[in-house]
């Protein structure tokens, strides 16, 4: 199955050189940078590097996923944050969980192996370097709540890193325009049965 990789940027001329580069290195049919109109040379450095690019349509991050999804043509749809916070090198995890039968998976900032017991108390590999206390326990809180709303088997529902079939968005439609969008695509998905 093709692979598309959708990165929403804007204002990261200091990290999207990199981000592009580890993505390269993986196994992707096609890589796309969605920029939200960035002011900073970030629309020059990703032309200058070779690499698609397309000016979002509105603002906020729901809408720079969305205009991606119409400029991408993969199977699966991956989206990777262009601060850097999302480490490329686990596509092929989220794609294997693709290929396994999921619709959805999304990455975790709180979790070291495939289950974790207690969501509040584990021993945790890796976080964003803007991961703050009061943002992981605000996001912890909300997790759970989500969790328990809706039913989710899901340990970081803020999380952008994620991977999803393109079917899934004929049985799902998605209308939220800035960081909801991560909110939104989880829980509709899984109203939806996926």
């Not at 989220?94 to 039968?101: H, V």
């Not at 079917?167 to 939806?192: H, N, P, R």
Request: proline share 2%; aromatic share 8%.
């Amino acid at each position: 199955m093709k692979v598309s990789v959708i990165i929403p940027a804007l204002n990261e001329i200091g990290n999207i050189e990199k981000v592009l580069n580890n993505i390269a290195k993986q196994n992707v049919g096609e890589i796309l940078v969605v920029d939200g109109h960035s002011h900073d040379g970030t629309i020059e450095l990703v032309r200058r590097l070779g690499y698609k690019l397309i000016l979002q349509e509105g603002r906020g991050l729901g809408k720079a996923i969305m205009s991606g999804i119409k400029s991408t043509s993969g199977e699966y749809i991956v989206i990777v944050d262009a601060d850097g916070s999302h480490d490329p090198k686990y596509i092929s995890e989220l794609i294997k969980k693709i290929d396994q039968g999921y619709d959805l998976v999304v990455g975790s900032r709180y979790i070291s192996g495939p289950r974790v017991k207690n969501l509040f108390f584990h021993n945790k590999i890796s976080s964003s370097y803007d991961d703050t206390f009061i943002r992981e326990a605000g996001n912890r809180f909300f997790t759970y709540l989500c969790r328990k709303l809706y039913r989710l088997d899901i340990h970081d529902v803020l999380m952008g890193f994620k991977a999803f079939k393109r079917s899934i968005l004929e049985k799902i439609t998605l209308s939220e325009d800035g960081q909801q969008f991560d909110v939104e695509i989880v829980i509709k998905a899984k109203k939806a049965g996926l």
